[in-house]
């Protein structure tokens, strides 16, 4: 204990030129990577990986709604669970949901119900899963992008998707996505969410200390990198999706269907050019 | 393990090409799936690996702690397996405690590990009767598309061939690997009506009537073996089963041994 505390004193987490421990400055991501359509029993799915954390998000639905009485005759109910293995924390995690876990899965139901076209599917539920399979620090964040992801390969329609990702205070300087010895030492953490066409915030949490000022900076780093993080996230799915005219050629007959099960969402909701 | 249902012409099709000695995804009646192995998938636990039999995809963590033995083994340490049917899975899974069909996978393929002396429980002890490792296998399955009983296993044994203890953090010497020692390989066989199937894809299990699964080791030897499901095994086919999960033992084991 007496060692944690002596760390917690002397930790310097952003050196003398500016960079932090990892070697980032103070308004870049790390590394995120994600694919669309990894699983093969879900109706949808999405894989992320974003620095040290590794999430998996699947989608189901919209299919009959369980247990009965939570049934809106009026539209679908969008309903998450987050979840963390066992094995992806250093201190074994009980498996199963502990409060932590429950109120993220609220948060980030909430912040899906609002992008979902609800009305079209009533009595239904959307399913969303987010497995946290590794963790590093921002995993909401991470579940959330990947989540999105999930839901437009399971093709269900959307005002847009949403992107994530958290800001913070270390050594009181305002930060972009901490990572876990950033969160564990720093002074504050701030995760959001965004549907990047309007700008609307569907998710805001924040624990820690800042001032006003410093939560603008927070929302604007949070903001512009969370457009960034949209643009991987349509990336992805168009990765998983696009056909070329060469593919179109390729296949025999050339009149025959593109290659893809699954539907796909509206063409607005994406831009002209599709996914 | 699940209750989607098989349309008629599916189970007609199955049989009806299972009687000729082929399968619906190509395969022969005593053929399993492909297996791939990724280790070291998760950095947080002390081993772990994602394996894919087919579709079927697992991915094992393994965590260990320091803690009291058992009374009545003072000088072993202790193993404990877990599996999650995460509804990520299949539309089937469920959220909450775990369900009877899940408590049997982790016991059966607790009992391959445990029953083989996969790892020397022994040798993971610290002071006889006070302090001993205790070695969590945790079980996620990702994507189910059946035979979970062998995905699962294979993941088990593959998680624990690459898991180091993490004894300097607790104050005790290096680092070091586990102890392994036997190398257990699970084979389960389906029956649908006399037909005799290795590892069954979704379907077949679906309509299967009975089940057989095989834990044999190095040798040959049988380790652990459960039968499951409602139908019946003639002794001949008994015989035939362990015969097989033999052989297909001793393909599958260097796909696990190997690092």
């Known amino acids: 204990m007496e060692d944690i505390e002596h760390i917690e004193k002397e930790m310097k987490l952003i050196g003398s030129d500016g960079r932090r421990l990892d070697g980032r400055s103070f308004d870049e991501l790390r590394p995120i990577r994600i694919e669309a359509g990894v699983l093969r029993r879900a109706d949808g799915s999405a894989y992320i990986e974003w620095g040290g954390n590794k999430v998996l998000a699947a989608v189901y639905g919209p299919r009959e709604a369980h247990p009965r009485h939570l049934q809106d005759p009026a539209r679908a109910l969008v309903q998450c669970r987050y979840n963390m293995a066992p094995f992806s924390v250093s201190d074994r995690k009980r498996p199963g949901p502990d409060r932590r876990s429950v109120e993220i899965s609220k948060v980030i139901s909430e912040a899906f119900s609002s992008v979902v076209f609800k009305e079209q599917f009533p009595r239904t539920s959307v399913d969303i899963f987010i497995e946290v399979l590794q963790a590093d620090a921002g995993t909401r964040c991470a579940g959330l992008t990947a989540a999105s992801v999930a839901l437009a390969d399971a093709g269900v329609p959307m005002r847009d998707l949403v992107a994530s990702c958290a800001s913070g205070k270390i050594d009181g300087v305002v930060c972009l996505d901490l990572n876990k010895d950033e969160d564990n030492f720093g002074d504050a953490d701030c995760p959001m969410a965004i549907v990047p066409r309007t700008g609307d915030v569907v998710l805001l949490q924040m624990d820690g200390h800042l001032t006003y000022d410093e939560f603008q900076k927070a929302m604007g780093l949070s903001i512009d990198a969370a457009r960034r993080i949209y643009e991987m996230q349509r990336d992805a799915l168009r990765r998983r999706y696009s056909v070329t005219l060469e593919d179109i050629l390729k296949e025999s007959p050339p009149t025959a269907p593109v290659a893809e099960e699954r539907p796909v969402t509206s063409e607005e909701d994406f831009g002209p050019e599709g996914i | ?259």
């Open chain 2, 1 to 259: 393990m699940s209750e989607e249902i098989v349309s008629e012409l599916m189970r007609a099709h199955i049989y009806r090409l299972a009687s000729t000695g082929q399968r619906v995804d190509g395969r022969g009646l005593d053929q399993p799936r492909k297996v791939s192995v990724d280790r070291a998938f998760v950095k947080t636990a002390e081993g772990s690996a994602r394996v894919k039999l087919g579709n079927t995809d697992v991915l094992v963590g393994i965590k260990m702690s320091v803690g009291e033995p058992y009374p009545d083994t003072p000088n072993t340490g202790v193993l404990s397996t877990s599996v999650e049917l995460i509804p990520m899975a299949s539309p089937t899974f469920e959220a909450g405690p775990p369900r009877p069909d899940a408590i049997e996978l982790a016991r059966v393929v607790d009992r391959g590990i445990r029953e083989s002396k996969m790892v020397n429980m022994e040798r993971l002890c610290i002071t006889p009767k006070e302090k001993v490792w205790i070695l969590f296998i945790d079980i996620h399955v990702l994507d189910y598309d059946g035979n979970l009983f062998d995905a699962c296993s294979y993941a088990a044994v593959a998680a624990l061939a690459s898991t180091v203890a993490p004894a300097k953090s607790q104050g005790l010497g290096d680092d070091f690997p586990l102890p392994v020692e036997h190398w257990p390989v699970s084979v389960t066989t389906a029956k649908i009506k006399e037909l005799l199937l290795v590892d069954p894809s979704l379907d077949e299990e679906r309509m299967a009537d009975a089940r057989l699964t095989v834990t044999t080791d190095e040798n040959g030897d049988i380790r652990a073996m459960q039968k499951g499901l409602s139908g019946s095994f003639t002794y001949e086919e008994v015989k035939r089963i362990i015969e097989t999960a033999q052989r297909v033992g001793r393909d599958i084991r260097p796909l696990l041994q190997s690092s």
